[in-house]
Nanobody
Framework: QLQASGGGLVQAGGSLRLSCAASTRTFSNYRMGWFRQAPGKSREFVAGVNRNGGTTYYADSVKGRFTISRDNAKNTVYLQMNSLKPEDTAVYYC???????????????????WGQGTLVTVSS
């Protein structure tokens, strides 16, 4: 089970930090990702991290502004979002996949477990 938190209302240019806590004793076996879905749009990849946190990858739209990280001791993955823009407004979801490959997975269908989502609203 994944529990996302940290969303809210922020002005353009501001920052938010999302957290996603996993209720599993084998968190380090899972590749983690953040996705988002804006109203009327399909779910899109935002950021991903491999099992040990050593490899991260991002959508072009957030590169340089967002940072994904994980703490395997706390079973938690984070998304630090800086320089937020109104177009970042969406429900943000964390996702997990049991994955020992090195593939940088960005398709939502590649992830098996999903959190409930947390709403991020960026005002202009």
């Amino acid at each position: 089970q994944l529990q996302a938190s940290g969303g809210g209302l922020v002005q353009a240019g501001g920052s938010l930090r999302l957290s996603c806590a996993a209720s599993t004793r084998t968190f380090s076996n899972y590749r983690m990702g953040w996705f988002r879905q804006a109203p009327g749009k399909s779910r899109e990849f935002v950021a991903g991290v491999n099992r040990n946190g050593g490899t991260t990858y991002y959508a072009d739209s957030v590169k340089g502004r967002f940072t994904i990280s994980r703490d395997n001791a706390k079973n938690t993955v984070y998304l630090q979002m800086n320089s937020l823009k109104p177009e970042d407004t969406a429900v943000y979801y964390c996702a997990a996949r049991f994955d020992y490959t090195v593939l940088q997975r960005t398709d939502p269908s590649e992830y098996n477990y999903w959190g409930q989502g947390t709403l991020v609203t960026v005002s202009s």
